[in-house]
Antibody, heavy 119, light 110 residues
Framework: QVQLQESGPGLVKPSQTLSLTCTVS??????????WSWIRQPAGKGLEWIGR???????NYNPSLKSRVTISVDTSKNQFSLKLSSVTAADTAVYYC???????????WGQGTLVTVSS | EIVLTQSPGTLSLSPGERATLSCRAS???????LAWYQQKPGQAPRLLIY???SRATGIPDRFSGSGSGTDFTLTISRLEPEDFAVYYC???????????FGQGTKLEIK
């Protein structure tokens, strides 16, 4: 059974960089035709896709966040990571990592981690 | 960017009733790229339907998806107590290459 677990600071100061890591267990991050995504959800609101990465290193980002987002993968550690720069209070949300399956859906999700942007 | 609009915003029904949730796209979506999720408070979303009409692994057959083009529907044939949650539709578009979600439909107990 594949499991995903987000980790990283729960509090980030405005203008700094948010950094999160997703650790995949129960299977190799490199196996199969999967992609790995970050999705966020502000409290009481809907879901917003942030970006995705294939284990080849190919990435796609939400155009609204593209200038501030970097997603990377470390296959040796079975992890992928998110960096979001120049954060503001609007970036406060629960951040989820998820496994994407072809053609276009996410079948396994992490439990989510709350990141608050505040001084 | 394709915008997904879900209706109704809130649906109040009783266990045993039939639920019909709508997802309308601002432009045509490939059926292969339309999915539905269920989310309960404090939990991550759960994939229900992918490719507009295929049930994900372990999803009961009371959940079904249909539609094409710009209009898609999630139907729950007979509501169970555990089905009361928020439901999101989601699509993938190739230009720009991105995913978007509907704003969600809250299914509440009447």
């Amino acid at each position: 059974q594949v499991q995903l677990q987000e980790s990283g600071p729960g509090l980030v100061k405005p203008s700094q960089t948010l950094s999160l890591t997703c650790t995949v267990s129960g299977g190799s991050i490199s196996s199969g035709s999967y992609y790995w995504s970050w999705i966020r959800q502000p409290a009481g609101k809907g879901l917003e896709w942030i970006g995705r990465i294939y284990t080849s290193g190919s990435t796609n980002y939400n155009p609204s966040l593209k200038s501030r987002v970097t997603i990377s993968v470390d296959t040796s550690k079975n992890q992928f990571s998110l960096k979001l720069s120049s954060v503001t209070a609007a970036d406060t949300a629960v951040y989820y990592c998820a496994r994407g399956v072809v053609p276009a859906a996410w079948d396994y999700w992490g439990q989510g981690t709350l990141v608050t942007v505040s001084s | 960017e394709i915008v997904l609009t879900q209706s109704p915003g809130t649906l109040s029904l009783s266990p045993g009733e039939r639920a019909t949730l709508s997802c309308r796209a601002s432009q045509s979506v490939s059926s292969s790229y339309l999915a539905w999720y269920q989310q309960k408070p404090g939990q991550a979303p759960r994939l229900l339907i992918y490719g507009a009409s295929s049930r994900a692994t372990g999803i009961p057959d009371r959940f079904s998806g249909s539609g094409s083009g710009t209009d898609f529907t999630l139907t729950i044939s007979r509501l169970e107590p555990e089905d009361f949650a928020v439901y999101y539709c989601q699509q993938y578009g190739s230009s720009p290459r991105m995913y978007t979600f509907g704003q969600g439909t809250k299914l509440e107990i009447k």
